[in-house]
């Protein structure tokens, strides 16, 4: 054992010049066995000088083929089907032309065969086989020395027996360093279910997943049916975590590095995959109408939301895409990102502006230079605790900067103004929703006393949803970096729930409802179901590989300023209309009068000056009834509210 792990080291292969060296005499080896077989082991003097004459020019034609095709090059102690293929092709092409030179010499010689045609084909089948069995050989000699303690193997499984499957064995084999070991492949095709591939068995994961799972003690299954329907992924995966088991993804084949899978591809499942839903169908037909040759404007364009309504609208080919945000650091970041998406001749219609959205004297500069069409604001401050603390700023910016860019949207006819909205402006319990609620208010009358005097025609398309996956400041890149960092994963109550939507499906259906609004309505989409925070935590922990409550802990901090433990969709007055698309739906809200609600907005928007958040936020409890402070500083304002009388009395 000692000398095969000298002669197969892990870390080295064997020189190419040796492995050509020994090729050159497995052929010359078999084409002396063929004379000897051919002649049944007879010799004389006749015989060795048959046979020596031809043997350097059968060896020189082998060679040249041999470098042609490079069987030299392979690794030998990974050697595939592949190697075996360059194998046949250079001993059957070499085959082939000594034939042709045999015949050449009988033509001309018009005696007998240079060669024996029999020994030819008995070369043949010697050298195919002698060199295929010592690649073989090496391989399994390899494997031997190098086999890991099974001990310390992980056994698992591979979902999915198609051609990904069977790649992505091949491929951990290849690479794993024998720490991995497949077990068994599952799939749901009962065609395949007790057949074996690569010598593995194939089990039906509906009958035998359990029984595999615990007689093989399977600890990772890798997924690799790319045809794998969104809810039986889901599905599958929650299995998997019932029995602690790591969960990995091979991606699509259209995402392989140059139509091959890359080891390092095979990724592990993350949390979005749970909670990520179908496919939106979108009217792209529609949109594209729509958007395509106009001047479009994204205001918080290098925010999570922002930045992902501007990736999906360039590809509705607009005139002009007018980029708009205050980070300077995240607009680089974004230009840098679309530069290298974008072809140069696309690239110069996009327009990065460095901007405050708050600033009349910039937005209308910008506003009178490039003659925005469409607007979709998604310019806001959207922290719930740190609006707690700072009321005065996010009445600025969600709620002045939203009267300004609609102001200057109503003074340059822009065509369309879609605004971003939250679920935390109903029934707000915190400065953040009330604000966002406010700026709906404003948006909302203001459509509608344009459309009582006619006297603009820019429409006021309001969309509101929940939280998105990964955006920032959310929970889940959150406990991502604590789970990095070793934990504990804070959670704020055991009971906290929040609807989730991902970053892209969130803004496919603003674009969904920006096309569909006619003016003044107020879009709320279809969240799913609501799910538990801690729920949430758990599964991020498994997914992990880790162990809740041996690897990592969760520690609950209590809730945060403006926190609730449930968010809504709808106010308790509010109901909703159906729309052509089953996942947007129009909430029929309070109605305000717009030159009432001006007073107060602008009164409130001035009372910024005075710095004093208390009398901030009184203001924005009369200006929103309903808002109701929790956990927060400002709760003891709404026992002198007189505009809810029935609230902590």
């Known amino acids: 054992m000692n000398l095969l792990r000298k002669v197969f080291p892990e870390t080295n292969s064997i020189p190419r010049w040796v492995i050509f060296f020994i090729d050159i005499l497995i052929c010359g080896f078999s084409y002396l066995f063929a004379y000897l077989l051919r002649f049944n082991f007879f010799i004389d003097e006749t015989f060795i000088w048959q046979y020596l004459t031809p043997l350097p020019l059968v060896l020189a034609v082998r060679a040249l083929f041999m470098i042609y095709f490079r069987v030299y090059a392979g690794i ?15 001993i059957s092409l070499s085959t082939i032309l000594l034939i042709i030179i045999n015949l050449t010499y009988l033509k001309i010689n018009n005696e007998t065969a240079f060669i024996p045609i029999s020994i030819i084909i008995i070369d043949y089948l010697g050298s195919v086989l002698l060199m295929s069995m010592f690649r073989l050989g090496v391989k399994v000699a390899y494997m031997r020395v190098t086999k890991p303690d099974e001990s310390n193997q992980k056994n698992i499984a591979i979902f999915g027996a198609g051609e990904a499957g069977v790649i992505a064995k091949r491929k951990i084999e290849q690479h794993a360093n024998g720490e991995l070991k497949i077990i068994a492949f599952f799939d749901d095709n009962p ?22 799972i615990k007689k093989f003690k399977i600890q990772e299954i890798i997924i690799s049916d790319y045809n794998i329907t969104l809810s039986r992924k889901q599905e599958l995966i929650e299995s998997c975590l019932a029995y602690n088991i790591k969960v990995r993804n091979v991606p699509p084949i259209e995402k392989w590095i140059n139509g091959e899978l890359s ?27 729509q958007v395509k040759n106009k001047v479009v404007m994204v205001t918080g364009a290098a925010g999570s939301i922002g930045s992902e309504l501007v990736r999906q609208l360039i590809k509705f080919g607009p005139k002009q895409l007018l980029l708009v945000d205050k980070s300077e650091v995240r607009l680089y970041e974004l230009t840098n990102e679309l530069h290298d998406l974008l072809n ?41 605790p740190l609006m707690e603390e700072n009321a005065c700023e996010a009445i600025k910016v969600n709620v002045g900067g939203t009267k300004v860019i609609a102001d200057l949207a109503v003074k340059h006819e822009v065509e369309k103004f879609v605004m971003v909205s939250t679920d935390k402006a109903v029934n707000p319990t915190n400065v953040m929703g009330a604000s966002k609620r406010i700026a709906e208010i404003y948006v909302q009358s203001l459509s509608n006393f344009l459309d009582e005097t006619n006297s603009s025609k820019t429409r006021f398309i309001t969309t509101r949803f929940g939280n998105v996956l990964g955006s920032s400041g959310s929970v889940i890149p959150k406990f991502r970096k604590q789970i990095e960092d070793g934990g504990p994963l804070t959670v704020t109550h055991p009971d906290i729930t929040r609807f989730f939507m991902t970053i892209p499906e969130a803004c496919q259906l603003v674009l969904e409802a920006g096309n569909m609004g006619k003016g003044g309505e107020i879009y709320i989409f279809d969240m799913g179901k609501s799910v538990k925070i801690i729920d949430l935590a758990k599964k991020m922990i498994k997914l992990s590989g880790l162990t809740l409550g041996q690897d990592i802990q969760i520690v609950f901090t209590g809730m945060r300023p403006g926190e609730k433990i449930k968010e809504e969709l709808l106010a308790d007055k509010e109901n909703t209309l159906a729309t052509y698309h089953p996942k947007i739906m129009i909430a029929q809200v309070r109605t305000y009068d717009f030159l009432r609600a001006t007073k107060q907005i602008d009164d409130l928007i001035n009372s910024y000056a005075s710095q004093l958040d208390d009398e901030i936020v009184r203001k924005m409890k009369q200006i929103v009834p309903e808002f109701i402070s929790q956990n927060s500083k400002y709760e003891a304002l709404d026992y002198d509210n007189p505009h809810i009388p029935t609230i902590k009395k």
């Open 76 to 90: 030998i102690r990974h050697s595939s089907v592949q190697d075996a293929l360059r194998v046949f092709y250079t």
């Open 191 to 212: 065609k395949r279910s007790g057949n074996y591939i690569d010598g593995i068995s194939v089990f039906n994961p509906q009958k035998d997943f359990e029984n595999v």
């Open 263 to 289: 080891y390092g591809q095979i990724k592990n499942v993350r949390i979005e995959d749970l909670i990520e839903r179908d496919t939106i169908v979108l009217d792209k037909g529609a949109i594209a109408a």
């Open 344 to 384: 140069p001749k696309f690239a110069k219609q996009v327009k990065v502006i460095l901007a405050d959205i708050c600033s009349k004297e910039r937005m209308e500069h910008i506003f009178a230079t490039y003659r925005p069409e469409i607007i979709y604001h998604a310019a806001a401050y959207k922290h719930v």
